[in-house]
Structure formats: C-alpha cells, structure tokens
C-alpha cells in the first residue's frame, strides 16, 4: 500500500507528462469498446433482421428456391400436409405461413416492380415480431380491407392511407392478374429489405388474387435458434426433398462473416494504438527513473530493497495503465450505453437505404450492443499493457547501485 | 444492363406473333371466301396465313414514350418459322450488342457490358423480363395459342373507317398468360388492327393497335406500325416502327445459334 501511494504521488508530480504518455491508452481503450460494441451490434441488427423479418428460425421453401436478387417464383409451392402440420405444432413455439411473389404495383403518380407478402395476420407476428413497426397490429385481414405498403414504398408510389393501388403479378399456373385494392395502412418494418420495396397482402387476398392453395415459405420459431441445424435435419428427412431449408444462420453467415473481418481491423488498429502507448509509458517510466536517481540512491540507502524500487516502478506504470484505461473505459462504456438504447436509425441517414438496397433483410436500426466483458476486458489490457512497458525501466532503477545513485548529478 | 422499360419492350416486339393465332401450318390458309360466311376459325386462319412467315429480316424502331421521358431504340430482328428468332440492337449505344435468341422452347441473351451469355429457363420463363410485363414464357408459346383459346365472333365495328370482325379469346386454362384477349379483325386484309388484352379479375391491361399494312411478296400483308398502350399506367406508350422487312430470304444457319451470341 505504501508503495502504491508513493507511486501516486510521483506520477502526480509531472502530471502533464503523465497525461500525455496515458492519452493513447485513453483512446485505445475507448476506442476498442465503441468499435467492438458497434461491430456486435450490426451483427446482431443483421440476425435480428433475418429472424424478424425473413426466415425466423427456420424456414420452408420450395426446393431449389432462388436465393438471390428479387426473385419469388409462385409456380412451386409448400403443401402443409397434416404430417407437417403435426410436426410444427409439436415442435415449435410459432410457426406461420407466407406467400411471397413479386409484382407490379401502380399508383395515379408512379409503378413499382416491388416484392408482396402474403400473411396469415394471426400467426405472422408471433413468428416475425413487428415490435419496430410504426404502426403494428392489426394487420388488414380478409379479401376486402387492402394491404399494408411500407413506408417507403407508399412515398414511392406517392400514395397514403386511404388511397388505392393496382397489383399485377403472375398467378401460381402463370396467368396476368392485377386488381385495384385499397392502401388500408402505411407503416415502416424498420428492415430494409421491405421498408423500401414491399406490400404486405392479406393471405386471403393472395389466395384469390394468385390461385393459390398453398404459402411458398413456412417460418417457424424454436424455443432455441440454435437447435436450427437439428431441426433442418429432421424437416429435410419429413419433406423428403421436397422442400429447401433455410435457417437463420444460412441467411446472415456472410453479412455477420463480414463483421469478423471488421473486427479483425478494429483488433490490428487497436494493437497498433497499444504498442505505441506502450512505448510511450515506458519512455515516461525510463524519463522518471533518470530524473530520480539521487532519490532512488536515497530510498535505498534508507533501506528499501531492489524488489522495492522495481515494485515502485511497476506501481507507476500500472497505476498510469488503470487511470488511463478506466477514462477511456468509462468514457467507451458511457457512448456505448447511451447507443444501446437510442439505436442509430439508418433510415433516417440520407444514402443508407440506397446503399444496403432491398435485398438484404437487415434491420434499419442499429442496438450498439453494451456488455460487462467488452468495457473489462480493454480496461485489463491497457493495465497490463502498462505493466509491461514498466518492466525494462523499472528494472534499470532497481539495479542502481545507491552510492553511484545519491551521488548522481 | 438493360432497364426494365428496355427490356419490356424487348418482350414485346418479340412477343409479336401472339397477336395472331397460329394455325397448325401456314399452308392451312383459307381459301377466299367470301368475308361475311367465313367462320371464325376460317378468320383466325387467315390472320395466320398473313402473320406466320418461314423466314423474315427486319430493322425495327422502337420508341418508348413514358411519363419523364422518352427513348428510341433500333434492332435488327430475324425469324424462321414459329420456334426461332434473333434480335440485336443497334442503338442507342448504351444498348449495342445486346443480343436476344430462342430456339424453340430455349432462350438465351447475351448482354455485352458483362460478355456473358445468360440461359432464360425454369421458373425465370414466367417471370416478367427483367421486370418487364411479359414474361419469357410469353415468348415461346406461339405454336399452342390456336390450342390455348376458343375464340367467339362478336360482331363487327369499323375501325379507322374500316370494317372489321370483332373476335374474343378466352383462355382454355389459367397457364395462359392474357386469359382473355378482344381482338378487332380488318375484313379485307385479315390482319388484327386493334386488340385488348385482360387480366384474370378482367381488368384491361394493354390495348394494341396496328397499321401501315403494306404488301409483301406472294401478297402477304402485315403491319408496319403497332402502338402498345399500358391501360393500368398512365402516360406510358411504345411505338414500333418495322422498315426494310423482308419474307422467305435465307438466313445464315450461325444466326440461330449461340455462337451468334457472342460474336462480336
């Protein structure tokens, strides 16, 4: 303890230096916890986009569905037989059933080739949560009371609530149908994939408009998304190769793979930022331990030992680690948390929604994610950075011989 | 890439032969009957005589009048019975090379900006091309359309100042892209001047017309002019404009094959 409060005390005695050699550590620190914490929390965005919006856990399709672009074929659809039935309500907390198709949507202003999504307004928001929805349930329900345009898609066409739209789209055997339908809600999803391109459509309403009898995709929530691999297995020998499986991971793995690559940045930027602080607080250690020669000659002519010095030293130079580290700690932690609970709404960012496009089920807002072990673990670094860099000087004023030290100019 | 406007057309001008059904052979013309006892299958046939060509070149000019703007494209089309055709366009130079081939129920495009050949096949043939509101499939169905409709005489309207048959098409099943077509049939020149086309709710759809019928060699008549209008968006028409159209030439065997494609 002694040696700790002696420590404190020389450290306070060349402040400026001190905060200049700890201004690294600061940002280092902070730095690593905002940049992890945004990084975890896009990939969080990417999943939770997928699992609200798109596949849920785990999803049905047609096999050989297309996976890519804009692109929703009706000729194929997903029959649930009373075996499959069974088998979703005995293993699943929610399962619902949807049928997307793309069609033409035009207004008295504009026409959209835009992505329809047939809904069951019973089951569709126990599996897709519309939690981030401007206006939630009740969804328009049966043949007569319209659809639901997002909201970007309503400003494209230049319509609001209220008004009418005309919808073309092939029917499931191939024919041309369109019909006018009333806009019965506008609402933002806060997922890009929709927000900007998409009506949702009572199933009712596309069973008649595209001759369907059965949806195109079932989604189903698990008790744990994790289990999705398992459950894939299970479905793929039910359907006997009839369907195409899809689960969460299989559709945010490159997005959250990407994320990887971010963070593997972020860690390589950091290192950097720490060798440098670290080279930094040793030169502040090495400055001090020349400039208090005659005092170390002192402190051991007065008795203290070698391993006394060094721990002085140590001391020093950790204690400059932990200040250091706790303000950038303090400061990453206070943003990190302050963003956690006000998304960062890309939406709302001029040129966002027409980088990431309409093909990506990705959540327009953006939950830093706060946690304990990304504020800990680069508050224990920066000290144990700073222990390190301490050790060469540290070890140079423990090995004065204290008569060559007090008589030292 | 070509923009969906683009390429809307594109389906439509190769889409031309489903203005006329055809017969089970172009030799199954009528004989001349006189117009007000024909039957309408013996009409149907007649078009058929005048609409179904063994071979034909053509430069067309297409132009595409929206609500912001309008464009003007130029291709050189080939055809050889009812299963074959290529098209290339010429201008603008945004779209030079592109390149459009079927061969019988195949197709393929090849778009020079990326110097790939892209199959059209499977779902993708009922899909609207590229965005466009005909689809592949649209394209490759001209040899069923006699089997896909029962037509019904109406009547007769005078259309421009001319008589014509007034025919109706209704779809034998819910595969046929348009389940109903009226069709307006000039009856000296057996060519429809003028045909609506109705979604499955019987909503109209598209209204085309057709004129500048000239003659051809062995007294073919056919259009030189249609006009496409989109009934459900407003101020949007296209315009094609057929110049240098030649019947029964011989084409080199390489235009109907992939190499063709991708020669430059």
Redesign the interface.
Known sequence: MYLLKLAFKNLLRAKRRALLSSAAIVLGVFYLIVGQSFIAGVDEGVIYGVVHGTTSHVTIRPADYPTEGMDHPVDELVEITPALRSWLDDNTTAWTARTMFVGTVTSDKESLRIRVIGYDPDTDPEVFSHATWTEPDPLPRGTDAGVMLTSGTAGLLGVEKGDSIVIEARTHKGAVNAISVPVAAVSRTGNFMFDNAAVFMPDALVTSFLRTQHPTHVSMRLTNRDNSSAVKEELTALGAGAWGLIDWWDDSKDLVEIGQIRRNALNVLVGIMMLMAAMAIANTILMAAHERTREIGTLRAMGMSKNGVLGLFLAEGSLLGLVAGTLGAVGGAALTWYLAQNPIDLNAMEGQAETIGNDVAYSAFIYVAFSVPIVVVPLVISILVALVASIYPARLASNMEPADAVRAE | MMN?TTLTLLAALLATPLVAPPPASAEDAPAAAPAEEMTVQQILDAIDANMVFESRTTKIKMTVEGKKRTRTFEMISYGRGKDDSAMEYVTPAREKGTKMLKLGDDMWMYLPSVDRTQKISG??L???MM?S?L?Y?DMMTTEQMAQMYTPTLLGSEDIDGRPAWKIELV?N???????KRLQWVDKELFIPVQQE?F???G?K?KSWRMGKIKEFEGGRQFPTWMEIVDE???D?KTTLEFGEMTFGVELESEIFSQRWLERK
């Open positions: 969906r779902h993708m009922r899909k609207g965005g509101d689809s499939d779809a099943d819910e595969s046929v892209a348009y389940p086309l979604a499955l709710s909503m759809l459900v968006k407003s949007s």
